[in-house]
């Protein structure tokens, strides 16, 4: 049987990094790092305070399980504040040419993958950890988990909007306007609506769907109420449960044959 003693210390790891990262980083080091970049104090001390946290971390397994020497809290803690530094560095640099939701996602996604690095480095078995993960990661199970939620987005998307084509001529122009609304928030709406619904579905968890969909009847119904167009509140009533019904249908269905 694969000895999983060393996964626990993936997770000491990027718990720490998630602390220091968050809750231990302040606005003002934020706000300093962006404004002043490689002339930022903060910018060092923050890099500092991630390696070592992290060698404190990787020191207290070692000490709980053995089989990690001073060499390699050494070299945690110098890996982690050097890649640290400079990521954060081309974070307040290049990475402000494209938006902040991606800057945020590929700096994350970047100290992840330093983490991970330097665990495989630190466990003495991360071969057979990793093919204990991939022999779980491949199973049919979480790939037609993955396929039905890949399905609800655009596929999805597209289905309702060509059931939804039928009743689009009959809608005057007043009513397709849609000004006092956020661009594409619609669509963003409805891939998360239905992201709960598959989830909820698989889970067990039917009648929390009950609360969403009420929810919804409160907010986007009552605002098309006051309106008093009632043509538009009927296509988005129709979109509503197209997606829905559509929704737990699938989840059902996957559900069943899982």
């Avoid at 049987?1 to 990094?17: F, K, Q």
Wanted: charge should be positive.
């Amino acid at each position: 049987m694969t000895d999983l003693t060393y996964a626990s210390l993936l997770i000491w790891m990027l718990v720490v990094h998630l602390v220091a990262d968050f809750p231990l980083q302040p606005l003002s080091w934020v706000q300093d790092k962006a404004q002043n970049r490689r002339r930022s104090r903060f910018l060092l001390l923050h890099a500092l305070l991630h390696g070592v946290l992290a060698a404190f971390a990787i020191s207290l397994f070692g000490l709980i399980h053995s089989g990690l020497s001073a060499l390699n809290v050494l070299s945690a803690l110098l890996i982690i504040s050097i890649s640290h530094y400079l990521i954060d560095l081309m974070k307040v640099t290049w990475f402000t040419r494209i938006s902040s939701v991606n800057s945020l996602l590929l700096d994350q996604g970047l100290h992840m993958a330093v983490i991970l690095c330097l665990w495989l480095y630190l466990s003495p078995h991360a071969g057979e950890l990793l093919y204990v993960i991939w022999q779980q990661a491949s199973g049919w199970q979480l790939s037609l988990t993955l396929l039905a939620y890949l399905l609800i987005y655009m596929p999805m998307g597209i289905l309702i909007g060509q059931l939804l084509a039928h009743w689009a001529p009959q809608m005057p122009l007043s009513a397709k306007a849609d000004n006092d609304s956020l661009l594409r928030a619609g669509k963003q709406i409805g891939y998360l609506e239905r992201t709960l619904i598959l989830t909820f579905v698989l889970i067990g968890q039917i009648p929390a769907i009950g609360f969403l969909l009420a929810a919804k009847s409160i907010f986007r119904f009552g605002d098309l109420r006051q309106t008093g167009d009632k043509m538009r509140t009927e296509y988005v009533l129709l979109g509503t449960l197209f997606s829905f019904t559509l929704t737990i249908m699938l989840g059902l269905m996957i559900k069943k044959l899982l």
